[in-house]
């Protein structure tokens, strides 16, 4: 029977550093999932806690849990973590627990750690961001720390790697040895004890402050039921027990029995404050004009730099993806089998892995943004405007997100603890333009827009691909504030965040984040592209009846005299038009015309539903099946700009067309995992169906718009 890997908690404050300790313990050895039973993220991963040279290596399991201040939870995401903790049946209930804490402000990271150590878990403090405290005045001493916490404490670097040596020894020693329970730093009995000891013999519970626990919140117990529940109730006003006034009391005893524990081991030369560079970059970044300016420039910077970095390797991917469809369209023997290969699967990929550049470029440029502390200050500066529209400064980090994937961000509003906030926010996140939706902005910019540059510097598709974002932004801005006056707010809002100080982006963080971000849209959406298209070449390779041969028997007769090249194409249009696919787009065909668009299109939109990024790999599938066989070699781009509309004989990707499907696809609902989010998060389809209906009305209509006032 395979033995159980230990598993260890990580566990810390908000931009305390956790997440880059996360990556430095386990590398790539890391996986990311939802917590049993919630859709709130999990990210886990194995780290070794000896070499090879000292022996046997033992691997153990770390688990990334959601920053908090408090033990309380104020949201969802906070709630996870007493949910396991308080839990030992819980899958994820640690065997040791790994408290990070941000060394330049002790005191309050230390709050924490006394609740987490009275929980009566194993634990050990990584002392980091060592070298904030050092410019800020502050020199930690870890050894008088240690010795009044009773618990190993270990400096570390978790941006470089500094002390994990250390800390992995510690963490070893924990699981090696059963160490006695440390006295309380808080302990509940000494006034409430009655109810202490109620709860522990009805609960079989060996813990004073986890007893307390069972009393404060029970209610957010997912392992409690309703009985259990009630029952603790029955306690609370059998002893008449006062919350509010009970938890005040305890976070001012704590603070105090910490502060003479802090003094002993920080020294503070002269007035500890923030870098003073940090306080020169904020008078501009923060400013009420400059913070603006300075966030638009910065974006517009990331968006020219997608477009003139990645054009050379997405030139070549595609070039080359071309050329081995053709070389394998020649090596192999024409028939069923082959058009499946090629214009099927291959053609497929091809629309997959041609966007690999752009998107590893976009996230790691977010990254880097995330890594120096920048992105807590836009967050603070889009507070102001925020309020006016009915949200508030937290939203700024779903919709940030959504620039990635919509799924994932509007998980990621469980931090807003306003529901009303909450809500506009998980309904207005789509309008960000996501991940998913570049492969058909590129591709199309990239047919209307030339390749020059404006002023000398600024790259015109870039402009373009920056403007489209922009646009999404300002939707969904636009639609909060419309949306603020039918959702009713019941709760009233406030806006708290500590402010992290600027450092320089650690490379392997963001490595590590651009590898997650390209392999999630590789695998995950790359299956979906692949399946879709393979399906789509059957549906577009068959039709009902005889009609396809019959169609092919008449357009051969008719152009008998034609050269073989254009009798082909001719062919492969109409059986691509008396297919499966073809009557099915022929069908819808009617509701999208006045947007410009024709059947082909039709199908692509369609089945884009389920992924947007499954247009262009439809595209590719259906221009590959319905094109010339001497143009095999010819690359998505080319196949798009070589399309001709039946009606007027000129191209069919006009800059009305384009520029419509441009705006359609900015603003339209074709996902139908972030509906199925949404209706996790909402619990229930009302707010699904009402954000489907207004996304899409909205992106017909803007569509609609710009094709007749451009055509």
């Not at 153990?60 to 709630?79: H, M, N, R, T």
């Not at 708290?496 to 963080?509: A, D, G, N, V």
Request: aromatic share 10%; charged share 20%.
């Amino acid at each position: 029977m395979k033995q159980k890997k230990n598993r260890i908690a990580l566990v810390g404050n908000p931009n305390a550093g956790k997440s880059s300790l996360f990556n430095q313990l386990t590398g790539l050895r890391q996986k990311t999932g939802n917590f049993p039973g919630v859709t709130v993220e999990k990210k886990s991963g194995t780290f070794r806690l000896t070499t090879p040279d000292q022996g046997a290596v033992q691997e153990v399991l770390l688990i990334d849990f959601p920053g908090i201040y408090s033990i309380y939870p104020k949201s969802a995401d906070e709630q996870v973590v007493m949910n396991v903790l308080a839990n030992p049946s819980h899958p994820d209930y640690p065997d040791a627990v790994i408290v990070v804490a941000d060394a330049s402000n002790l005191q309050r990271n230390l709050l924490l750690f006394t609740e987490i150590a009275d929980l009566g878990l194993p634990t050990v403090l990584a002392l980091n961001m060592l070298d904030i405290a050092r410019s800020m005045n502050q020199e930690v001493n870890a050894v008088p720390l240690a010795m009044q916490l009773g618990v190993p404490v270990v400096k570390i670097n978790a941006r470089t790697g500094e002390g994990l040596a250390h800390l992995r020894q510690a963490v070893q020693q924990l699981l090696d040895h059963e160490k006695a329970a440390l006295p309380y730093f808080f302990d509940p009995s000494e006034t409430q004890a009655a109810l202490i000891e109620e709860v522990k013999e009805s609960y079989q519970l060996t813990n004073n402050y986890l007893a307390l626990q069972y009393v404060c919140q029970h209610d957010s117990f997912a392992f409690l039921d309703q009985p259990r529940r009630a029952r603790l109730d029955a306690f609370i006003d059998k002893h008449g027990f006062d919350q509010t006034d009970f938890l005040a009391r305890e976070t001012i005893t704590r603070y105090e029995r910490l502060k003479p524990i802090v003094e002993k081991a920080v020294k503070v030369d002269g007035f500890g404050a923030q870098p003073r560079w940090t306080q020169r970059l904020d008078r501009v970044l923060l400013h009420p004009v400059w913070g603006y300016l300075s966030f638009m420039l910065i974006l517009l910077v990331i968006f020219q730099a997608v477009f003139a970095w990645a054009q050379y390797p997405m030139d070549w991917i595609d070039a080359g993806t071309a050329s081995l469809i053709g070389w394998t369209k020649e090596a192999l023997p024409a028939g069923v089998l082959n058009e499946l290969l090629t214009d099927g699967l291959m053609a497929g990929i091809g629309g997959v892995i041609i966007f690999i550049p752009q998107i590893a470029f976009l996230f790691a440029l977010v990254a880097l943004l995330e890594e120096s502390g920048y992105m807590a200050r836009v967050m603070v500066i889009m507070d102001r405007m925020m309020r006016r529209l009915g949200l508030n400064g937290r939203s700024v980090v779903p919709l940030i997100s959504g620039v990635a994937c919509a799924v994932p961000a509007i998980m990621t509003t469980r931090s807003i603890t306003n529901s009303y906030e909450r809500l506009l926010t998980i309904l207005v996140t789509p309008l960000m333009s996501c991940s998913a939706r570049l492969p058909i902005y590129t591709i199309l910019i990239a047919l209307v827009v030339p390749e020059q540059t404006v002023l000398g510097v600024l790259n015109l598709q870039g402009l373009v691909l920056f403007a489209l974002y922009f646009l999404g932004l300002a939707a969904a801005l636009g639609s909060a504030w419309l949306l603020s006056f039918f959702i009713k707010r019941k709760e009233t809002s406030y806006f708290m965040l500590e402010m992290p100080t600027y450092k320089l982006p650690r490379w392997s963080h963001v490595g590590i984040t651009v590898y997650d971000s390209v392999r999630s849209f590789v695998v995950e959406a790359g299956r979906i592209i692949v399946a879709i298209s393979i399906v789509l070449w059957v549906l577009a390779s068959y039709g009902p009846g005889d009609r396809m041969e019959a169609a092919e028997e008449s357009v051969r007769a008719r152009m008998a005299q034609e050269a073989p090249d254009v009798q082909e194409a001719a062919v492969s249009s109409v059986r691509l038009e008396y297919s499966y696919a073809g009557h099915f787009g022929r069908f819808i065909e009617p509701a999208i015309r006045p947007l410009g668009y024709d059947w082909k299109i039709g199908i692509a939109l369609i089945s884009s539903f389920a992924a947007r990024e499954v247009f262009v790999g439809t595209m590719a599938t259906i221009y590959s099946i319905g094109g010339d066989a001497s143009e095999d070699a010819m690359t998505v781009k080319e196949r798009l700009r070589a399309e001709r509309n039946p009606r007027t004989g000129g191209p069919m990707y006009t800059p009305a067309v384009s520029y419509s499907l441009l705006v359609f696809y900015v603003f339209a609902m074709m996902c139908m995992s972030t509906l199925a989010i949404v209706y996790r998060e909402t619990r229930g389809w009302k707010w699904p169906l009402i954000q489907l209906v207004y996304m899409m009305a909205l992106a017909y209509g803007a569509a609609f718009a710009v094709y007749q006032l451009m055509s």
